[in-house]
């Protein structure tokens, strides 16, 4: 296993297009975490799932994110109708238990 | 809710000497997590260091100690030796574990420079 991976690194999109970020977890890894890190910030918490189910959303998880993980394997955070504010390092990260909690090198998204 | 604060947001070490990193935390609760993680510019976030609340022992690991100071709230992070290597933004963090998740709030972090 190679670790959490996250496609694709980069990202530039036009205002008002929607994307799409996918993250694959550690196989074994049951619980699945995706994080915002604006520049020059410490990462913030959006949104956490165990297995498929989806737990826990933060209020940064406006209506235009929205997150899945169908059959509790892989995960996709789609952004509707991006926005400049939108910009930010999005991180994925994976535990089974908090001592093997582990990041991705997360995806990068630029919108112009 | 809690919060996490580095009032460092830069600091500069020559190699091979010492620096310490702070960190002040908020938390109502007693059963909780601190952390220290390293982010080089190759994005990953790696852990450096763990201390679980109700240990009273300072947690170390090879060059890397912290002084943990519950009453006070504080988690500073001691870099004995400094290396080139250590160069990156490091962030204090907290998780408070329980049944739903285990999310971290991080400080905003110190960008930490090693000089040869």
């Known amino acids: 296993d190679t670790g959490v991976s996250q496609d694709p690194r980069h990202k530039i999109t036009k205002r008002g297009q929607n994307v799409t970020f996918r993250c694959d977890p550690i196989?074994?890894?049951?619980?699945l975490y995706w994080y915002r890190q604006t520049l020059g910030q410490g990462p913030e918490f959006l949104t956490y799932?165990?297995?498929?189910?989806?737990?826990?959303k933060s209020r940064l998880l406006s209506d235009r994110f929205s997150a899945e993980r169908p059959k509790g394997s892989f995960s996709t955070l789609e952004i509707q109708r991006t926005e400049q504010g939108d910009s930010a390092m999005y991180l994925c990260?994976?535990?089974?238990?908090?001592?093997?909690?582990?990041f991705g090198s997360g995806t990068r998204l630029t919108v112009v | 809710a809690q919060t996490v604060t580095q009032s460092q947001p830069e600091m500069s070490v020559q190699e091979a000497e010492t620096v310490t990193l702070s960190c002040t935390y908020d938390?109502?609760?007693?059963?909780?997590?601190l952390f220290w993680y390293k982010q080089p510019p190759s994005r990953q976030m790696i852990l450096v260091i763990r201390?679980?609340?109700?240990?009273?022992q300072n947690a170390t690991e090879n060059r890397f100690s912290v002084n943990f100071q519950k009453a006070a709230k504080s988690f500073s992070l001691k870099i004995s030796d400094s290396q080139l290597g250590d160069t990156a933004m490091y962030f204090c963090?907290?998780?408070?574990?329980?049944?739903?998740?285990?999310?971290?709030?991080f400080g905003p972090g110190t960008r930490l420079s090693v000089l040869p």
């Open positions: 938390t109502s609760e007693n059963n909780y997590y």
């Open positions: 990260a994976s535990s089974l238990f908090i001592r093997d909690y582990t």
């Open positions: 201390q679980e609340a109700y240990k009273q």
């Open positions: 196989s074994e890894h049951n619980r």
């Open positions: 963090a907290f998780m408070k574990p329980d049944n739903y998740g285990q999310n971290f709030v």
């Open positions: 799932f165990q297995n498929e189910a989806q737990l826990e």
